[in-house]
């Protein structure tokens, strides 16, 4: 089998619902990302994320289920998916800046 290729994907999660606990649950999903071992980078509006595809579609996935099971009743999730028949990652996007 072919070895996946990385994929870098950005994600917003907007709680809907959940009150005071919003800022919570967004830190919890960063807190998953950054358990996750893949490389990212959080910005203002929503976290980017780089690695095998398969990897970052779990991710998403479980942020997903961790949001719901928490008393959130709705979510929104905004992704941005770039993939390639080669490798992506962050550097070739900011290498001119």
């Known amino acids: 089998m072919?070895?996946?290729k990385q994929i870098n994907a950005a994600i917003q999660l907007l709680p809907i619902g959940a009150g005071n606990t919003k800022y919570q649950l967004i830190d919890a999903a960063i807190a998953t990302i950054k358990a996750s071992g893949l490389?990212?980078?959080v910005c203002p509006f929503e976290t980017v994320v780089e690695g095998?595809?398969?990897k970052v579609y779990a991710l998403i996935q479980h942020?997903?289920?961790q949001t719901l099971?928490?008393?959130?009743?709705e979510i929104l999730i905004n992704i941005k998916i770039h993939a390639a028949t080669r490798d992506l990652g962050f550097a070739e996007k900011l290498e001119k800046y």
Do not use: A, N, R, Y
């Not at 099971?69 to 009743?73: E, H, N, W």
């Open 2 to 4: 072919d070895k996946q």
């Open 63 to 65: 942020i997903q289920e």
């Open 69 to 73: 099971g928490s008393d959130c009743p």
């Open 39 to 41: 490389h990212f980078k």
């Open 52 to 54: 095998p595809s398969d």
